[in-house]
């Protein structure tokens, strides 16, 4: 113990944070959503992308740690919660606790949607102000003063777990008298706020289910469309993002005026993006706020043979990303109406590298 608080006075002293900045998790990949809109003609070219936007909270910012699903997983719960229980667009649940339910029993960053939404229904939330998003990514106890406090008396897995989370994985199943031998006395009230959310939020709005997976493109725009928002979880092509490891890997000039309008297009077969980010990108997730059949965005691709060519995409979705305001989407706008931290992304993108997610109407 000596040593532990040796320690942290002296990053407290150097200030030693993880500073590298990571858009991005693991790319876990999934099966993809029957494309069954050439048969389907009930659907309208565009949704109500305007009104959409008005059933969501804030955009945030994952920051520097691989948690793009937590976001999208609290934010689709929180949508509904707007949607159909007139909560305000204030309401702001943790997803610090979120990272922590799936941490608990993994050793490496990244998440899939059902998994989420599992940990939801069976464990509950809190809310924000109860647990804060903490953006630091926790490689080694060195890395944060509050590493070394909450996972420096662990080791092996305990230790990885406890990194990831931010916390002591034991805690989740332990009695409160064995918890406050710990001296985590802040746990027990977390882990009682969220039982009691799991009554009055969870209960009731999100059904248990094998899958929470969409099957069809179909039902992609028709939630939509219906004012139901989706998620959406892919395949990072860093050059049709224009993402800063668009340079780092040497794929192409990057087009820094798409990347803060948030135009996100398509990696071409036979371009460099579709071969180097097909081996290097990770993965990310989104939340779908509408679509639009109609609506073209072009861009320049870098071939493999040393030319550049031009592509126009017809047929867009529209989304909220968890990566702040200030960077990629900071420029975005829709009919002259500004949304910082949103964005358009081609169609033709989603259907062949996403695969989508809802929670079903109960």
């Given at each position: 113990m000596k040593f532990i608080s040796i320690l942290i006075l002296l990053l407290s002293l150097t200030n030693l944070n993880a500073g590298e900045v990571a858009y991005e998790s693991p790319y876990?990949?999934?099966?993809?959503?029957?494309?069954?809109?050439?048969?389907?003609?009930?659907l309208l070219s565009s949704s109500n992308t305007h009104s959409l936007i008005k059933l969501q909270t804030s955009v945030k910012s994952q920051k520097s740690r691989g948690t793009c699903t937590m976001f999208t997983s609290i934010g689709l719960l929180?949508?509904?919660l707007i949607r159909e229980r007139g909560y305000d667009k204030e309401l702001d649940l943790s997803?610090?606790?979120?990272?922590?339910?799936?941490?608990?029993s993994k050793t490496s960053?990244?998440?899939?949607?059902?998994?989420?939404?599992?940990a939801i229904f069976?464990?509950?939330?809190?809310?924000e102000a109860t647990l804060p998003y903490i953006g630091e990514r926790w490689r080694a106890l060195v890395d944060s003063p509050l590493a070394v406090k909450r996972c420096g008396e662990f080791s092996g897995m305990r230790l990885e777990s406890c990194l990831l989370g931010h916390?002591?994985?034991y805690l989740l199943s332990m009695s409160d008298e064995e918890i406050l031998e710990t001296g985590d006395l802040n746990f027990i009230e977390i882990r009682n706020e969220s039982r009691l959310l799991k009554d009055e939020i969870v209960e009731g709005i999100l059904p248990l289910k094998k899958s929470y997976k969409i099957r069809k493109l179909s039902e992609v725009k028709r939630d939509l469309k219906e004012g139901r928002s989706v998620i959406v979880g892919m395949k990072l092509y860093y050059g049709s993002w224009n993402h800063s490891k668009t340079d780092k890997l040497s794929i192409q000039k990057?087009?820094?005026?798409?990347?803060?309008?948030?135009?996100?297009t398509y990696p071409e077969m036979g371009s460099v993006d579709r071969r180097i980010s097909g081996k290097e990108g990770g993965g990310h997730s989104l939340i779908l706020v509408g679509y639009d059949d109609e609506r073209v965005i072009t861009s320049k691709m870098l071939m493999e043979d040393g030319t550049w060519k031009e592509f126009s995409y017809k047929g867009v979705y529209y989304f909220k990303n968890s990566w702040g305001v200030r960077g990629s989407g900071r420029d975005f706008s829709l009919d002259g109406v500004s949304y910082p931290g949103y964005g358009m992304i081609s169609q033709k993108y989603?259907?062949?590298?996403?695969?989508?997610?809802?929670i079903p109407k109960n």
């Open positions: 876990i990949e999934d099966s993809k959503a029957l494309d069954d809109l050439h048969s389907v003609k009930s929180e949508h509904l997803e610090e606790w979120l990272e922590y339910l799936i941490m608990t960053e990244g998440s899939s949607t059902s998994r989420n939404l599992k069976n464990y509950g939330v809190v809310y916390r002591d994985p990057r087009d820094k005026r798409k990347w803060y309008e948030g135009i996100v989603l259907h062949e590298f996403g695969s989508f997610y809802t």
